[in-house]
């Protein structure tokens, strides 16, 4: 089967471009214009996501092609690697625009000419950052696509001030993190405008000297659209809690994965096969490093937030720094002399895809439940929230998935991406200290990202609160803003209980992304039958040991829980025991009231003080 797959992208280009020009004719119809805008999406999404498929399991002897807009060449490479990423952007673009059909009526005091302009062309970009294959004409556009689109898109609120001086903040950091990438890449010798990123790789090993300085540079340009400590520190948290919440989830759960996708494209794409040009072990430790800091400093300064979508925010940077120090990790144990240490990297490898993807969903879900709540009380201030269960208990079910998922509880998907990585450092902190080290950081920051999580539904769902300081009395959203937020509950469910199933597929992007520099040691490994994955999880075989990476875990909680459950029922109906239910007694001096409910400053107070260097201090 040969499927033109780059006229199917050119195709999903189309549409999203005219939906650009379309959609905004009828903004004042804004259900129409929402309608419109969510089925041209669907359709472009349509055909990106079987351009996905066929280039994961299908067609997966890749090849860079030129598309020639005008006179211009510009090269393009879909590959299962791309792939992946064209699959995550393409989803997560659907369920917003569906959320966003009701959720923009809440900006009735704005046009949505804007929104409808920029959504599809920030789609495009993104897409194009994950297809185009050089680091010059076609990136540019791409990320100038990208960047640009989302810059209006997050200065939406415009007469709003601190908005815009944050959302041209953020237009400033990202122009910066495009010049560092295109000044690395012209560094390397040789180095032509349109260059392939495998012409660029093979010039790049005669550059001699100035190979530090272009991997730092690229990396320092990716880093900064990653949210990497300390760069997403400077733009970050402010840019994603102003922007519409659908824009918000695509935002945290799909952009900053572009910054992701071009670290790993650098470091296992563009590290020269010959010669030693270039010291991975050096490079892996230095990014498993940032990436450790990233995730104890970014979650860290989420648990100190009061705005819960500034809370989301900072936990993106520290989810992001799983990531982060996953790539590190894997680069350094790969290239690792010690044979287990060696075949513990496929393990910490297929973890950084698993993340991204577990990460998408969500924080993309977490986003949205803010959008919700936003949208029935006007408000995302923690402390004036609280008691939303009885009046959005649908949300409320939902919220509590996505928190236990990113806070790593297992059954949810967050444990079986997090114990992947986790587990493979601590194993190969055996032979190599600093990988126990980032392990146990990782292993603790797990525990404070269950306290941020805590403390967000906590203070938004449980207790009490809101009926003391909203102007009417919240309800359910609609099917519309619900509907995409129980597809990701269920995924999040999904693909913690069967993360096998995403392992087995993760494997092949790998076997099958030709110039990955794993390339050939995940393909011989699966024919030794060295790597192999089960409903046990993801199993690797040294000679004369056996180490298995527990993913079981999930199963055996959701049957201990269930037997839990079961004995307490029965203990309970067997004592004849009956529930009664009373007002919140407050040792007979007040009734419960807003001036004596938990506010945020008391929700692990001496954890937050402790942690007072940290940064990211709320008032």
């Known amino acids: 089967m ?7 992208l050119l195709q999903a280009f189309a549409i999203l471009l005219g939906a650009s020009i379309i ?8 259900k129409l214009a929402g309608w419109i805008n969510t089925i041209a999406v669907a359709i472009a999404a349509g055909l990106l996501l079987y351009v996905a498929y066929m280039a994961i ?30 699959a995550i952007i393409s989803f997560m673009a659907v369920i917003s625009a569906l959320y966003s059909i009701d959720y923009m009526e809440h900006y009735k005091d704005y046009s949505l000419v804007p929104y409808y302009i920029y959504f599809p062309l920030f789609i495009l970009g993104m897409i194009g950052i994950v297809t185009v294959d050089d680091l010059s004409i076609g990136f540019t ?7 640009i689109a989302s810059y209006f898109l997050i200065r939406f609120e415009y007469k709003e001030k601190q908005n815009v001086r944050n ?32 012409t660029l790789t093979q010039k790049l090993g005669t550059s001699g000297g100035m190979i530090p300085v272009v991997y730092a540079l690229l990396l320092l340009g990716f880093s900064f659209k990653a949210g990497v400590f300390p760069f997403g520190q400077l733009w970050l948290p402010d840019a994603h809690s102003i922007a519409p919440s659908p824009v918000s989830a695509l935002l945290s759960g799909v952009m900053i994965k572009t910054g992701i996708y071009g670290i790993v494209r650098t470091f296992f794409w563009m590290i020269p096969h010959e010669g030693h040009t270039v010291n991975p072990l050096v490079w892996g430790s230095i990014i498993a490093t940032f990436g450790a800091v990233t995730l104890f400093i970014g979650t860290s300064q989420s648990l100190k937030q009061s705005d819960a979508k500034r809370l989301l925010a900072y936990s993106s940077i520290g989810q992001i720094g799983y990531i982060v120090l996953a790539i590190g990790a894997g680069l350094y144990m790969y290239h690792s002399s010690n044979m287990f240490v060696q075949m513990l990297s496929f393990l910490v490898i297929i973890g950084i895809l698993y993340h991204v993807l577990n990460h998408a969903i969500f924080k993309g879900l977490l986003f949205l ?3 919700s709540i936003l949208y029935e009380t006007g408000t995302k201030d ?12 649908v949300s409320a079910v939902i919220a509590g998935i996505a928190s236990l998922s990113i806070a790593g509880v297992p059954p949810f998907s967050g444990f079986a991406s997090k114990w992947t990585i986790i587990s493979a450092t601590l194993l190969g902190g055996s032979q190599v200290f600093f990988l126990a080290l980032f392990g146990i950081i990782a292993l603790f920051t797990s525990a404070l990202t269950l306290a941020c999580y805590v403390k967000f539904f906590g203070m938004s769902f449980a ?16 099917w519309k803003m619900l509907v995409p937020k129980i597809i990701l509950g269920l995924l999040c469910i999904v693909q913690g209980i069967v993360p096998f199933i995403y392992y087995e597929t993760i494997m092949n992007i790998f076997r099958s992304s030709t110039g990955s520099i794993v390339q050939n040691s995940f393909n011989e490994l699966s024919a030794h039958n060295a790597v192999f994955t089960n409903a046990l999880g993801v199993t690797i075989n040294v000679p004369g040991m056996q180490y298995a990476n527990a993913i079981a875990v999930p199963l055996v909680v959701i049957v201990i829980v269930i037997i839990g459950f079961a004995v307490a029922y029965m203990l309970k109906k067997s004592a004849g025991s009956q529930e009664k239910v009373m007002p919140t007694w407050l040792c007979g001096y007040q009734d419960l009231n807003n001036n004596n409910r938990y506010k945020d400053r008391h929700m692990f107070a001496a954890l937050k003080s402790m942690l007072w260097w940290t940064g990211g201090n709320v008032k």
């Open 2 to 8: 040969n499927i033109d797959l780059y006229g199917m």
């Open 23 to 30: 959609v905004p004719l009828i903004a004042s119809k804004r």
């Open 57 to 86: 399991f299908i067609q997966q002897a890749a090849e860079t092609q030129a598309i020639f807009f005008g006179s211009v060449p510009v090269y393009f490479l879909i590959d299962a690697f791309s792939g992946f990423f064209i």
């Open 141 to 147: 556009v791409a990320w100038q696509l990208m960047t």
């Open 167 to 198: 959302a041209n903040k953020y237009l400033i950091l990202m122009e910066l993190a495009w010049l560092f990438i295109v000044v690395g890449a012209s560094l390397i010798n040789g180095s032509a405008m349109g260059d392939s990123i495998h």
């Open 369 to 371: 439940t803010a959008g």
């Open 382 to 393: 923690l402390n004036k929230l609280g008691g939303l269960l009885k009046f959005m208990p």
């Open 463 to 478: 207790s009490t609160g809101v009926e003391w300081n909203v102007e009417h009395k919240p309800q359910e959203v609609s």
